[in-house]
Each structure stands twice: as C-alpha cells, then as structure tokens.
C-alpha cells in the first residue's frame, strides 16, 4: 500500500464502518451492548452474540428500532467457552451477512473466591471463559479473515486488573486477563502480516449491572464513589466509555495501532 495513502484518506471515511461486519460477543448487557451499538451506529451489520438469547433480542430490539433492522442480527446461545460454538457463530456470521471484518472478544466473567478456597472448578471456569475464550473466538476469526485475504480487526476486552490487581479474591480473573494481554500481542505478531490488527482494551472498574451487583457486599455505589476519587479524571468509566475505545480500534484511525493494550482509567494507572 502506499505509505502516504492514510493522509489522502478523508476523516469522514476513517470513521465509517459501512460495508463492515462485526461480531461482538457479551453483547446482551453492560459493555458489550454499548459496543454493539456503537458499531451498529458507526454503519457496521452487527452479530450480538451471547449465552443470554433474551436479552441480546432486547439489545437487537432498541438497535433495530433506532437503525435499519438489518443492520443487526443475534447469535443467541453463543458461549465462548465451547470452540465449536465458536466456530458455528463465524459460519452463521458469513452465512447472514457475507463477511467478517470486526471480532470483539467482549465476554467474561468476574465471580470473586479467595485464594485459599478457591475450587479447581472455580478457576477453570473463568480461565474457559475469559482466556480460552478469546483464544476460540480469535481462532475462528482469524481463519475466516486469513481466508477472504481482505484483513480485519480483532478486540479483545481485558481489564486494567492485568497491571494492578485492584481487589483480593479475583486471582483467577487478574490472571485471566493478564493472560489476554499476552494474547493480544502474540496474535498482533502472528496475524499483522494478513492485514489484521489485534488490540486490547483494559478498563477500570465499569458500573454496569453485573459489576454493581459483585459490590454489593463491598459498598455497592459507595465503593464506586471511592474508586472514582482515586482516578486522576475524578470518575469511573461509563459502558460507553469503553464503547468509544473498541470503536475508535476497529475504525481506520487506528490503522497503524496494533498489538497494543488501550486503558480505560482516567489516568489512575499513571499515578
Ligand atoms: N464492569 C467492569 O468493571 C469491568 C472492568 C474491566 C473489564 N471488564 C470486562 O468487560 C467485559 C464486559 O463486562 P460487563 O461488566 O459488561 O459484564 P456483564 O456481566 O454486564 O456482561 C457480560 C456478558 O457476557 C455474557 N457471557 C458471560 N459468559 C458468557 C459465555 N460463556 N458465552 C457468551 N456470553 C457470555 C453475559 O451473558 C453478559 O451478557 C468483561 O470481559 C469484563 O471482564 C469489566
């Protein structure tokens, strides 16, 4: 490609996704959905793909009413955990919309259990769900946008649990995440020579639903207010926060950015 070709590129097309289609998986709450309907807004055709079928039809229902109703279409119970789920969920993309350019690797976990009574069971679950996860979605991906040649752009959610463990009683899922960013890196080496870029995104603490419900024993808001007075910028991040990291990611402003972890922190990791 021609090196100057980026600076001849109009603001307006590096900010589009029209033609794009992308998958985001967790896509029935919280970050996930904030994503999708970012991407859905920014012109890409959306799979929402997620364990709970019900709420990704309430997710597909609020975007198809306030876009065109094919831009969106649910991969109802998708788990992430199962490779074949995996790979059944690329083919039901490629089948619906013709291609797959944007997989975010958004699903996960975050059950707390302390070190020392922490079953085998509990541990494996959220490395199935959050490492292996991403390593099934990213796999299957990768094989369909190796295959069409026309490059793509993989997202995986962390946390910015991976450099600083904020809490005790989350070892499996810091070191889930942390695995994620290693992750990130080794496909960003792998997968840059077919055009496709791999990045991470690791945001503190998000007061989504299921985030407020894991503090309820701790504090609940009055825990995210805490948190919010020890980030440099004075508050948490919101859903939409994230949503406009993945989609600055995904987007041609970010051509040349890959292999990198993108925080979400306000500044708080700086201090
Ligand atoms: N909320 C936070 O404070 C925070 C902070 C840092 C990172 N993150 C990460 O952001 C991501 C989203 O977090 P959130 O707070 O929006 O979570 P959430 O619980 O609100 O949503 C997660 C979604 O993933 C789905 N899911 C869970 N297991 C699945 C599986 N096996 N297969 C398919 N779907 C499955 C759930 O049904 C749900 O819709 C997660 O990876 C989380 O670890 C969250």
């Not at 289609?21 to 929402?48: C, K, M, W």
């Not at 350019?101 to 769900?129: C, E, H």
């Not at 207010?225 to 926060?241: K, M």
């Amino acid at each position: 490609m021609d090196e100057q070709e980026p600076c001849r590129t109009p603001l307006s097309e590096l900010v589009s996704l029209a033609g794009r289609v992308a998958v985001v998986t967790g896509a029935a709450h919280g970050v996930g959905a904030a994503i999708a309907t970012r991407l859905v807004e920014a012109g890409a055709r959306v799979v929402l793909a997620d364990l709970d079928v019900t709420g990704a039809d309430a997710v597909a229902a609020a975007l198809c009413s306030a876009h065109d109703g094919e831009m969106v279409a649910v991969g109802g119970g998708v788990d992430v955990s199962s490779s074949t789920s995996m790979a059944a969920l690329v083919a039901r993309t490629v089948e619906c919309f013709g291609r797959l350019d944007i997989w975010v690797n958004n699903a996960g976990v975050y059950p707390r259990a302390g070190l020392l009574s922490m079953t085998d069971d509990q541990w494996l679950k959220v490395l199935d769900i959050n490492l292996n996860g991403v390593f099934y979605g990213s796999r299957a991906a990768a094989n369909e946008m190796v295959g069409r040649s026309e490059g793509g752009v993989i997202v995986n959610v962390s946390s910015a649990s991976a450099f600083r463990a904020p809490a005790s009683d989350l070892a499996h899922y810091v070191a889930s995440k942390a695995g994620v960013v290693g992750l990130t890196r080794a496909l960003a080496t792998e997968l840059g020579p077919h055009g496709i870029r791999v990045l991470s995104v690791a945001p503190i603490l998000v007061p989504t639903a299921n985030a407020l419900a894991l503090l309820e024993g701790q504090g609940g808001a009055d825990a995210v207010s805490a948190t919010a007075a020890r980030v440099p910028l004075r508050r948490v991040p919101q859903a939409d926060d994230i949503a406009r990291v993945v989609f600055f990611a995904v987007s041609g402003l970010a051509g040349m950015v890959s292999g990198s972890t993108l925080l979400v922190d306000g500044g708080q990791l700086s201090g």
